[in-house]
């Protein structure tokens, strides 16, 4: 190629001419001495190329157009110089002209090969000019087909391949196929650009579409919990897939209300499929519990995770915080430590998931079937846990009456001097809250505890004393005020608490417990007997106070009164060894020597590895020698 003032260079081409786009111009008018000429321009490329295509078109700095004459005249240097002088291009109010030319002959035809820059742009319609004169205009439109914009093979390669695998179902593919027609900025000039647009969105609705059906059917589905877990799990990394990797990158540049939409869509599933997880989180965790509503009371495991189990519900920092997740589970460390050994600590952890995932949901702690297994196990179990986690479990329910009624039916029985201490320290909130006890008080109370805690006891006994002045009806602060006079054996002032916190609650066990430490440490039998006789008489007929009467009563030589208590207490609870020691202590100071053997023997057989039972059995046979005259006399035992 060349400019038009370069002499013309003659190709002599044999091809037929295959041009997509062509329009017809006159170039002269009709005269006297001429006739009209018209001249045939069709879009073409550079070396005039058959079947040429976008690639061919897009290659170098201008695009071309033939020019062939119509009729029996040729086109001469003279006609070509004159047809680039003229002619020019329009399109949307610009003007373009030919920079270059060639002759080329096709058919024995010859016609002229001129290039414009590449400044109009071939994908809009143009219109080509031929001034004929000064009044006289010859013009043409023409539009160029989109087969030969640039990019249309390329594109529409990605579009037939994209279109194909959305149309084989492969949305996934054809997603990400597609998107990348849908970012190229020279693919949006073509007329399948919003069919591939379209489609794109469609494949990533249709991704999204296939993975709620899979969440539906794995829902559905009748498998265990554990199978369902690892559906969900790979659902979890589907969809976050979809959403990161899928979805996500092509949200802005799509830039589509129905992609937000799935974006919003895709991101609830998340959360569907988090209750879905817990649910069989919680099916896998009851499951793998079960054992717990079907075992006996002789198992030993069973009777160790239920022990474990009262420690950690009677604990006052859950059942004060049951539906937060501030509280804790406090457990004596032989207790934790057997659970390790015996392998069911994993077990007691679940059993505590289930039970508080069982608060929230259905708003009662225990299921049904543990307690009826509970209950038909309980005249084997050591302590009344039956009645125990009845008593929290209304009490974190609100029913304050049913719970405290479940208090003092577990402390007939009850043994454990830990579980009686949280019990009753449960029974004064829920006196508390009976009573309406004043607010502020019971802030101060707690402010004063928060102090203890964090090791400032002077501070935490003044929160206290607080308390008590603001609220004089405050049982319990009486009594932690004493405990903390104890803790100092400091006992007179000690003594007046412990009263007071009796006088206010007559059925404050613990009290009354207590008392009997501070009596017993100074041996004052007398007032130690007063005190817990008055606790029988205040309507606690309790084991801890029939044994603890019995050795009172075992102090002041009233033997036949010790020994009915200890009867007492055992009736209420037979599984506990030391009652089986005072007693047998009790027959052997009343000179009751078979029957001490009898109830000594029976506590060794209740726990054959404490030594008490023995050494006792091993002072009666010494008793027995003194009668036979073969030994020193044996004092009493207290």
Known sequence: MRKSTIVALFLILSTTWVFSQSLTLKVREKTLLRGE??????????????????????????????????????????????????????????????????????????????????KFKLEKPFTIVYPISEKVVSRGDMSVPENLWEGYSKAIAKYQEGVKLYSGGDYSASANVL???????????????????????????????????????????????????????????????????????????????????????ANSYFEKIENEIKAEKYRLDVKSI??????????????????????????????????????????????????????VEKDYEIFQRVCISNLKTKGTL????????????????????????????????????????????????????????????????????????????????????????????????????????LEPRFPLANYTIAEIYLSDNDFYPAIIYLTKAISLDSNFVLAYERLFDVYKAQGNWADSRTVLESALSSGNDFWIIRTLLGYVYNELKLYDKAIESLNRAISYNPFNYEQYVYLGIVYANAGKISEAESVLKKAAEINPDRKEAYEELKRIQELKELKNGKREEVKPKR
Do not use: H
């Open 366 to 469: 225990f299921d049904e079937k543990f307690l009826v297994n509970l209950l038909n196990n309980s005249k084997q179990l050591p302590e009344p846990y039956y009645e125990i986690f009845l008593a929290v479990d209304n009490y974190v329910r609100g029913n304050y009456t049913e719970s405290k009624n479940y208090i003092f039916k577990a402390l007939k029985s009850l043994t454990d001097r830990e579980l009686i201490r949280r019990l009753e320290i449960l029974r004064s909130m829920i006196f508390v809250k009976e009573k309406n006890l004043e607010s502020e008080a019971i802030a101060f109370y707690r402010d004063g505890l928060d102090k203890f805690s964090k090791g400032d006891k002077t501070g935490g006994l003044d929160a206290i004393r607080r308390a008590i002045l």
């Open 179 to 265: 998107f990348e027609l849908v970012t190229d900025e020279m693919a949006k000039k073509f007329s399948f650009y919003k069919d591939a647009r379209e489609k794109c969105i469609k494949s990533l609705d249709n991704i999204l579409i296939d993975l709620v059906d899979k969440f539906n059917l794995v829902v559905s589905a009748s498998m265990e919990p554990e199978d369902k877990l690892k559906e969900y799990d790979s659902l979890k990394v589907k969809f976050q897939n979809y959403v990161n990797n899928v979805l996500t990158p092509k949200v802005n540049v799509l830039a589509d209300t129905a992609v937000f939409a799935m974006l919003s869509r």
């Open 37 to 118: 000429r018209y001249v045939t321009i069709s879009f073409t490329v550079e070396n005039v190329k058959k079947d040429f295509t976008d690639v061919d078109v897009s290659k170098g700095a201008y695009y071309y157009f033939f020019c062939t004459p119509e009729g029996d005249w040729k086109i001469d240097e003279e006609f070509a110089k004159e047809l680039t002088g003229k002619i020019l291009i329009q399109q949307g109010g610009n003007v373009f002209y030919p920079e270059i030319y060639d002759f080329v002959t096709s058919d024995g035809k010859m016609g002229i090969v001129i290039g414009f820059e590449k």
């Open 290 to 343: 079960g054992w717990l509503n079907t075992e006996g009371g002789e198992n030993f495991r069973y009777r160790l995770v239920i022990s474990a189990l009262a420690y950690a519900f009677t604990s006052e920092s859950f059942w004060n915080n049951p539906d937060t997740t501030k509280f804790e589970f406090v457990l004596p460390d032989t207790v934790l430590a057997n659970l390790k050994v015996f392998g």
